[in-house]
């Protein structure tokens, strides 16, 4: 079930304050943004999108900037907070000739029903969106069993003198475009019961990709297959049907 409207005040008002932000930023961002993909983020919108199918939801859209990226059979839907980021959006797509659903929403009560998506992506957006948990508890909910979630963002970094350099740089990032530079999504995508597929670091580990699915049966929850958190093979597995990736547990049944 979609949460209710947001009756936590601080959360409605920097919620508020993000949408401000954007309104503002709207015109540059593409130029800003055309440098950091030059020198830090590199294919990481192609990696991401190329994995999506289906139907498919994008989650802080922005100004369209993955749209070139996808499949052309997928059918997509974009959300983000500011109208001024989606106009810009809905003219990229159109130039391209893309078909998109854009729509105004807060990823942190997202306008849809349970499992209504086979993938959510969401790109250089957790270190923006206020209650980074909150967001991925939704994209979670949304996306239908045994669906990807793909991530990429800018995240902590792996070497201590970038770090410090992050937490400097944040103090600014924070007040100007409520943008952190030192959170990292990773662990609470597992918490929230997604399992971890693939995950890759780049540039002094600052950038990360994620590609997690949300699991289909208890057997294949919350594990990340590359640091060996190993699915619970001794709990009871009552999905109706095999699903991908297969866990053991359906092998076994076949
Ligand atoms: C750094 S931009 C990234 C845009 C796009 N994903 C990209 O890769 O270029 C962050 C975006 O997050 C959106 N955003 C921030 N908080 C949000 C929220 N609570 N719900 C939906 N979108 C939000 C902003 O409006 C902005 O478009």
């Given at each position: 079930m979609a949460p209710d409207d947001i009756n936590d005040p601080a959360l409605a008002a920097a919620v508020d304050k993000q949408r401000r932000i954007w309104a503002k930023e709207a015109k540059r961002y593409d130029r800003q943004m055309a440098f950091w993909e030059r020198v830090?983020?590199?294919?990481a919108r192609a990696w991401v999108c190329a994995q999506a199918s289906g139907d498919v939801l994008e989650v802080a859209?922005?100004?369209?900037?993955?749209?070139?990226?996808?499949?052309?059979?997928i059918r997509l839907t974009g959300l983000d907070l500011s109208p001024e980021m989606l106009a810009i959006a809905k003219d990229a797509a159109s130039h391209i000739g893309r078909t998109v659903t854009l729509k105004e929403g807060d990823a942190h009560q997202l306008p849809y029903p349970d499992e209504s998506f086979d993938t959510v992506v969401c790109v250089f957006s957790l270190c923006n969106i206020t209650d980074m948990r909150k967001a991925i508890a939704e994209m979670h909910r949304v996306l239908r069993p045994g669906g990807p979630l793909l991530l990429a963002d800018h995240v902590i970094s792996t070497n201590p003198i970038a770090r410090g350099v992050q937490r400097a740089f944040e103090k600014l990032t924070i007040r100007l475009?409520?943008?952190?530079?030192?959170?990292?999504p990773l662990p609470i995508v597992t918490d929230t019961g997604f399992t971890i597929e693939r995950r890759q670091r780049d540039k002094l580990g600052i950038v990360e990709r994620i590609t997690a699915h949300k699991p289909?049966?208890?057997?294949?929850?919350?594990?990340?297959a590359n640091d060996h958190r190993?699915?619970?093979?001794?709990r009871a597995c009552d999905a109706p049907t095999p699903h991908w990736p297969m866990p053991d547990c359906h092998r076994a049944l076949r």
């Amino acid at each position: 079930m979609a949460p209710d409207d947001i009756n936590d005040p601080a959360l409605a008002a920097a919620v508020d304050k993000q949408r401000r932000i954007w309104a503002k930023e709207a015109k540059r961002y593409d130029r800003q943004m055309a440098f950091w993909e030059r020198v830090l983020f590199g294919d990481a919108r192609a990696w991401v999108c190329a994995q999506a199918s289906g139907d498919v939801l994008e989650v802080a859209i922005g100004t369209g900037r993955d749209l070139p990226f996808y499949p052309p059979d997928i059918r997509l839907t974009g959300l983000d907070l500011s109208p001024e980021m989606l106009a810009i959006a809905k003219d990229a797509a159109s130039h391209i000739g893309r078909t998109v659903t854009l729509k105004e929403g807060d990823a942190h009560q997202l306008p849809y029903p349970d499992e209504s998506f086979d993938t959510v992506v969401c790109v250089f957006s957790l270190c923006n969106i206020t209650d980074m948990r909150k967001a991925i508890a939704e994209m979670h909910r949304v996306l239908r069993p045994g669906g990807p979630l793909l991530l990429a963002d800018h995240v902590i970094s792996t070497n201590p003198i970038a770090r410090g350099v992050q937490r400097a740089f944040e103090k600014l990032t924070i007040r100007l475009a409520g943008d952190h530079q030192t959170r990292r999504p990773l662990p609470i995508v597992t918490d929230t019961g997604f399992t971890i597929e693939r995950r890759q670091r780049d540039k002094l580990g600052i950038v990360e990709r994620i590609t997690a699915h949300k699991p289909s049966c208890p057997h294949d929850s919350g594990w990340d297959a590359n640091d060996h958190r190993r699915r619970d093979e001794t709990r009871a597995c009552d999905a109706p049907t095999p699903h991908w990736p297969m866990p053991d547990c359906h092998r076994a049944l076949r």
